[in-house]
């Protein structure tokens, strides 16, 4: 039977190994299914392994103007990821209530109830959300001992705008993490610039690493019936 790995409803590997003999019980079995999550998703402690957020909801959205559902579905996506009591979380997006001002704020008042512990920025024009969010990583960016205070950072967004932000995290010792609504959105030189996961929010997976099944190399004593037939 081939080895397989599925993603399960916490964003961690489900590994099953090879058939194999179990060694406490002389019979043959399958390895035991273990759970190995990912980088992005493994249970962090605190205060010592705490990270900063930095979330572009247009590009997240697919756009400055997404449905109810769409603020759902990327609110829950991002969930799987997870969040500690030390984190800092920063969102952004559009927010142009000229035109049709009921609906802009109808859909701002949706985003702070969907993101409670987060600081939302409100912006407007071109870029204009991952201009916010490149003022607020420039805040840590530009303090001293950035590593001390966060053991990794996550961009969520594939916008290439972000990919001299992710090389100044890496610099100051952080590992990078992505994680984008799906991989055609990510930029090439934002993922070069990647050494951590690379977080599929629809999905639900990393598409980075690939976790392998335990080592079958040992199957344990043969049963008693298999013995006989090979002697």
Known sequence: ????DTPNDAGH???RGK????KQSGTRAEHRTSYIPCEITRPRNGTDEARLHLIDLDNLHGGANPTDQTIKMVRVGYEKIGFSSADLTFASCNHAPVRHSCSAH???????????KCSMRLAQGPDGADH????????FLSSDRLDERFA?????SGDHIFTDAARR?????LTVHVAVSNESVLSARLRA???????LLHAGRCIKHVQRAPDCSDPGPLPDLLKHRAA
């Open 1 to 4: 039977m081939p080895t397989t």
């Open 13 to 15: 590997k489900l590994v």
């Open 19 to 22: 058939p194999g003999y179990d």
């Open 106 to 116: 109808k859909r701002t008042f949706l985003l702070r109830k969907s993101w409670p």
């Open 132 to 139: 916010k969010l490149l003022a607020d990583a420039e805040t």
């Open 152 to 156: 990794d950072v996550v961009i969520a």
């Open 169 to 173: 995290f890496r610099g100051a010792g």
């Open 193 to 199: 610039e990647v050494d951590g996961c690379i977080w």
